[in-house]
């Protein structure tokens, strides 16, 4: 797979602050890659370096094996920040209009009004953006940030402030363009669960350095293996009980009425602990590995670094 | 160049789109010019006619004053009122840190913007310029002497003083793009005052000739000292100063 975009070691002060201190990671072409981390953790510092608006202090950075300070290479990248930059007294199609031309594309009306319509505002086209609700405004800077059709998106919380339905719509539009027309995604969100309905890698940033980095399914089975949960049909005898407390290899974590919870060593199976159980007679109605949810990942790697 | 174009043209479109704060622009600054015109007219020129053999040079002097006070007033308004609006609502809209993260050369921005905001008060200064040279003439004088007119007028109220305020214009915005936007809005406030008060003294105490060169070279002379601090301060303009400043 080839890069779309390419971190290595960079770092960043602002004042007397360190930023980032030497974040590297990598997005292959295709992806939507989510990029996670609490307030102030250095998001926005990355996408603005990612944007060419900071240098970077030190490191290497590489957008389709370009230096981002090239006018071709920013050419490549659409993006929509926090402030989405609309005009307020221009309609959609004046918005449009302008960043068309920025790109270097004067005649893109018929364009324009494809984007438009892909993002459900070609009925409101000549409205003045000061009409549109924050949802509406999202949108529209997703379809200018896809007017010179380039090949990264950079998002920065593009549903941040937007109502549930809107978010379902952005979130649709983003998997579409992710999809259908072969964009490479870039996005950096607070919302961990649209971050685990769209991405397939991810990134997490605190205090600016990246805590966790990779294919948000493999992160997640590499955390569920720990954690298994037997579900008996009768509530399981209290010497059983303490024989299972010795056998530290199968790690029990949790008692509840018709069930255990377990955190096996490596190299302990599922199917280890079954036999284990049901040769002292107990009746299995059903086990399972724990799933991680990506918050449960995101709280456990935020906790580990504040008590360290 | 091209560049520049664009972004002026988008840019002056969407400032005269604020219809109150345009409207209310063009209603200000014309009351004001057309009050200063009746003043000057009232206090200098209507004694001056009233003399048996008006002096022709002495009228010229007072013309090009007031030639020049209705232009200076014109783009000191535009800038002192255009600038601070333009620049505050798009640092904090996010429209300039947008610009930035496209092609567009921040040099080039900056210039533009400083053109959007000048370009209007130009116009309108010119404008009204012309008007009360024509509207001075027919009135007063070519009845009685003929049209009264000199090159260095148009020179020093046409030309030297709209470039006085476009030096002024791109330093404004280079400091309200770098910094705090206000601290740019603080020079066009102190600057119109003090330029008004000093160059109206120094013409009637006929220590500046308006009606000669001395008034047009002065003016040229402090367009070149604004123009001096704007090439030493451009070379600080950056994409991470704009968005830092925000």
């Known amino acids: ?308 | 160049m091209r560049e520049i174009i664009l972004i002026t043209i988008n840019s002056i479109k969407n400032n005269l789109k604020s219809k109150a704060l345009t409207i209310g622009f063009l209603c200000v600054t014309v009351m004001i010019a057309v009050g200063l015109n009746l003043f000057f007219c009232i206090l200098l020129i209507n004694p001056a006619m009233k003399t048996s053999t008006p002096d022709r040079t002495q009228l010229e002097i007072y013309l090009n004053l007031i030639m020049y006070t209705t232009c200076l007033i014109c783009l000191g308004i535009n800038l002192n009122v255009f600038a601070f609006q333009s620049m505050t609502r798009e640092k904090t809209r996010g429209n300039i840190e947008s610009l930035m993260a496209t092609p567009l050369s921040v040099k080039n921005i900056w210039i533009a913007k400083s053109l959007a905001v000048f370009i209007p008060g130009m116009v309108l200064g010119e404008v009204l310029t012309f008007a009360a040279l024509l509207a001075v003439n027919y009135i007063y004088f070519v009845p009685r002497i003929g049209f009264v007119y000199t090159y260095w007028m148009g020179l020093s109220s046409f030309l030297a003083a709209p470039i006085i305020y476009l030096c002024l214009s791109f330093l404004v915005h280079l400091i309200g793009l770098t910094g705090k936007t206000a601290n740019g809005n603080i020079i066009v406030q102190i600057f119109l005052p003090i330029i008004l008060t000093l160059m109206i003294n120094l013409i009637i105490r006929n220590i500046l000739n308006a009606a000669s060169w001395p008034l047009t070279l002065a003016n040229f002379g402090i367009a070149f000292v604004i123009i001096i601090i704007v090439i030493f301060l451009q070379l600080r303009i950056t994409r991470e100063k704009i968005v830092l400043s925000r």
């Open chain 1, 1 to 308: 797979m080839s890069l779309a975009i390419s971190i290595r070691n960079i770092k960043k002060t602002l004042g007397n602050q360190e930023i980032l201190k030497g974040i590297s990671f990598n997005v292959e072409l295709g992806d939507i890659f989510g990029y996670l981390g609490p307030n102030g953790a250095g998001k926005t510092t990355t996408i603005r370096i990612l944007l060419g608006l900071f240098q970077a202090d030190s490191g290497k950075l590489e957008i389709l094996g370009q230096d981002i300070k090239l006018s071709e290479t920013r050419r490549k990248i659409g993006f929509v920040l926090d402030a989405d930059g609309l005009y307020d007294n221009m309609t959609a199609e004046e918005n449009m209009e302008y960043y068309a031309r920025i790109y270097g594309l004067f005649k893109a009306s018929k364009r324009i009004s494809q984007l438009l319509d892909m993002v459900e505002l070609g009925n409101r086209a000549k409205d003045r953006v000061n009409t549109y609700s924050k949802g509406m405004r999202q949108r529209l800077a997703l379809a200018r940030a896809m007017v010179h059709d380039p090949e990264i998106l950079v998002l920065d919380e593009p549903t941040s402030g937007v109502d549930p339905s809107g978010q379902i719509e952005i979130r649709q539009i983003m998997i579409n363009m992710a999809h259908k027309k072969n964009k490479t995604i870039f996005l950096s969100s607070h919302n961990l669960d649209e971050v685990q309905r769209i991405c397939n890698r991810i990134a997490l940033i605190d205090r600016g350095e990246i805590k966790l980095y990779g294919e948000l399914e493999s992160l997640r089975q590499g955390m569920s293996k720990r954690t298994v949960i037997i579900e008996t049909a009768q509530i399981i005898p209290e010497s059983l009980l303490t024989e299972l407390k010795e056998l530290s290899h199968l790690g029990l974590q949790e008692i509840r009425n018709n069930s255990i919870v377990l955190s096996p060593q490596q190299g302990t199976e599922i199917s280890d602990i079954i036999s284990i159980l049901t040769g002292r007679g107990v009746k299995i109605e059903e086990a399972s590995k724990k799933e991680a949810s990506l918050e449960e990942m995101y709280s456990a790697i935020l906790k580990e670094t504040e008590s360290s």
